[in-house]
């Protein structure tokens, strides 16, 4: 299957085909996640890699390039994501396994969420020889911010001396996480969050029931409320949204357990959003994620001082940036229960 891109794109591809003439050696999508960012990198990769692109700059799908690339073995081009993203066996399974010095060793390993600096290394030999349809050669890496520092270091170094007919193309979520450094080098392009419609006359075409509600959990971002809607954790996050909306030291401790089950940043990014709706709707009335919760939202509202509820959203926010790496998952959550239960009751 050929790479595609989604409707609220289409505008983004146009301007992107006037890059063309002039490639920049570097170039740095940034957007919101969930909104199909890796997808659309995916596609001008291919676009770059096909041997008889069409006239408004989509990959033909149907040149030995195009099958190369749709097979995940075109030999000028590679894809970098952390382990845990390599979710699809074959070809991609290969990067995982050179990594390791060629053992997988499958049992009870947890997949890596950084880009690691053996990956960044591995690029060398691809880049040290020549292409094989004397073409360009493509690099896609994605999130930008995955890279961890040895490996930032190390990427930088090849931005800074690109080899001839190479092209980075990188995304990130978020440029603030990113080395100054490796931003100055890259030539950014945003790609556009979808408007309300788009997105959900997407999501309806995939026949997703109650769309409106999975788009509005999600901050508008179809892909993320499509994966949301998918991956089952619709439970746990109701769970946490009743101890939010009732804020209670037991049942905090009680649920502790079961909720760090599923993925700590998934759960700190909806207490997050909870918090953003009781203080809009503290401010103006509205509510943004949950309207299911109005009753709920509005009671907490009229409840908490703003000062504490300031401070229960500076403390969701730091807990964000540990939510990757906690030391033991039920302890964080056990951690931000509480805090959360003393800022609000
Ligand atoms: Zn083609």
């Given at each position: 299957m050929s790479a595609t891109i989604y409707p609220w794109q289409n505008s983004a591809w146009e301007q992107l085909q006037l890059l063309r003439a002039r490639m920049p050696h570097a170039l740095l999508f940034y957007g919101?996640?969930?909104?199909?960012k890796a997808d659309f990198i995916e596609a001008f990769a291919q676009a770059l890699l096909?041997?008889?692109?069409?006239?408004?700059?989509?990959?033909?799908?149907?040149?030995v390039s195009c099958g190369w690339f749709s097979q995940h073995n075109h030999p000028d081009y590679r894809r970098v994501r952390p382990e845990a993203l390599e979710d699809e066996p074959g070809a991609d399974g290969e990067d995982g396994a050179d990594a390791d010095g060629g053992k997988k060793?499958?049992?009870?390993k947890t997949p890596s969420k950084e880009i690691k600096i053996e990956q960044i290394r591995a690029l060398a030999d691809f880049m040290n020889i020549s292409t094989h349809r004397q073409g360009l050669r493509v690099v896609v890496l994605y999130?930008?911010?995955?890279?961890?520092t040895p490996a930032s270091n190390a990427l930088l170094k090849t931005l800074e001396e690109p080899p001839p007919g190479t092209v980075f193309l990188l995304s990130s979520n978020s440029l603030d996480r990113l080395l100054p450094t490796i931003l100055s080098r890259c030539r950014k392009f945003a790609l556009p969050m979808p408007d309300e419609l788009a997105a959900l006359a997407w999501l309806k075409a995939q026949g997703l029931g109650d769309a409106e509600a999975w788009l509005r959990e999600q901050g508008g971002a179809p892909l993320a409320a499509l994966a949301q809607s998918e991956g089952g954790n619709r439970e746990e996050m109701d769970a946490l949204l009743q101890l939010l909306a009732h804020p209670n030291v037991e049942n905090a401790l009680k649920s502790a357990d079961k909720l760090s089950k599923i993925p700590l940043s998934a759960l700190v990014s909806w207490q997050q959003r909870w918090l953003y709706d009781v203080f809009c709707y503290k401010l103006s009335g509205t509510i943004r994620y949950f309207p299911r919760y109005r009753k709920e939202v509005a009671a907490l509202a009229e409840r908490v001082q703003t000062a504490k509820l300031m401070q229960a959203i500076k403390g969701a926010n730091d807990r964000r940036a540990t939510a990757e790496h906690p030391l033991s998952p039920k302890l964080f959550v056990e951690d931000m229960l509480l805090d959360y239960t003393a800022c609000c009751t």
């Open positions: 919101a996640a969930g909104t199909g096909c041997e008889n692109v069409q006239p408004d700059g989509h990959a033909c799908a149907s040149c060793t499958k049992a009870a999130p930008a911010e995955a890279l961890n």
